[in-house]
């Protein structure tokens, strides 16, 4: 259970450059996350204490994932994911072992990140959710707690937690030495937007005619992954029509297609 429950991964291969439209976020993970573990010895000399955990949060798919594996690469660090919802759902029972098993490996694997997808799932605030007064959910929490209070003599471990539930968690995760650094991790605005797409069609045949700043001023309210995908459903439509080269009609009916799929209320709208 214990390899399922975890994903385990040496140095992911996400860069900061594959990130687009989250300098600020990228500089404050850095800043939390990254020097405490490039510069130990400089932060115990200065003697303050690094923030103990980085809670990302912000709405599905803006990047809070990739964040985390670019800190881990950027470190030389063992990237341990584990996804809180899994935890209440496939590892019932198991939920406080799998917490103390996923520090006890870290420890191993040191320098290392652990990542907790969806932390929301194992801390929310009672009131706020039917799994959350579950005995078994808090035994989960109580042990994520404890780990985490125990932090300081880890070594080289840092946590990150992401959610997309910030308004249902538990303050009591929120606590000095728990996880006492948040980010924020919006949709992307217009620039943002365009930046994703600039990262996202790097490999791509586009047509001279393609302009990413039009697509980005039309796609407001998406998300870096349905850009992602907008992207690829472009690529696709090109295909169907047995082209190579990717224009912009392709982006305006990939952006319906997904628009439809989002189960979005705005309709279709022309690139130009
Ligand atoms: P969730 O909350 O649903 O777990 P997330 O915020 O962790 O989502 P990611 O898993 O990091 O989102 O992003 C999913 C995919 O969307 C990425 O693999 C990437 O292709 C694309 N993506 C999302 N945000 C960005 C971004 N800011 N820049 C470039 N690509 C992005």
Redesign the pocket.
């Known amino acids: 259970a214990r390899a399922q429950a975890m994903q385990v991964d040496h140095s992911p291969n996400v860069v900061y450059e594959?990130?687009?439209?989250?300098d600020e976020q990228i500089r404050e993970v850095r800043e939390a996350v990254e020097e405490p573990l490039i510069n130990a010895e400089q932060f115990r000399e200065v003697g303050i204490d690094p923030p103990s955990g980085v809670l990302?949060h912000?709405?599905?798919?803006?990047?809070?994932?990739?964040?985390a594996k670019a800190v881990a690469n950027e470190t030389d660090a063992t990237f341990i994911k584990m996804a809180g919802s899994e935890l209440v759902r496939k590892f019932i029972g198991e939920g406080a072992r799998l917490v103390r098993d996923l520090f006890e490996l870290a420890s191993e694997r040191e320098p290392a990140i652990i990542f907790i997808?969806?932390i929301d799932a194992i801390a929310a605030k009672r009131t706020e959710s039917k799994t959350s007064g579950d005995a078994e959910v808090q035994r989960t929490m109580m042990q994520l707690l404890s780990e985490m209070d125990g932090f300081e003599d880890r070594g080289e471990i840092r946590i990150i937690a992401?959610t997309?539930r910030f308004d249902m968690l538990d303050r009591a995760i929120l606590r000095p030495g728990r996880f006492d650094r948040l980010i924020e991790?919006a949709k992307?605005d217009a620039e943002?937007r365009e930046?994703?797409l600039e990262?996202?069609t790097k490999d791509l045949n586009l047509a001279e005619e393609l302009d990413l700043a039009a697509i980005a001023a039309e796609t407001e309210d998406f998300?870096?992954?349905e850009?992602?995908s907008l992207t690829t459903e472009a690529g696709m439509f090109a295909i169907r029509d047995g082209r190579t080269e990717v224009r912009m009609a392709d982006f305006e009916d990939a952006r319906e297609k997904v628009t439809e799929e989002e189960g979005s209320e705005t309709g279709p709208i022309a690139f130009y």
């Open positions: 594959d990130i687009g439209g989250l990302l912000g709405p599905p798919g803006t990047g809070k994932t990739m964040l997808d969806e992401a997309n991790v992307p943002g930046r994703i990262i996202h998300s870096g992954a850009l992602a």
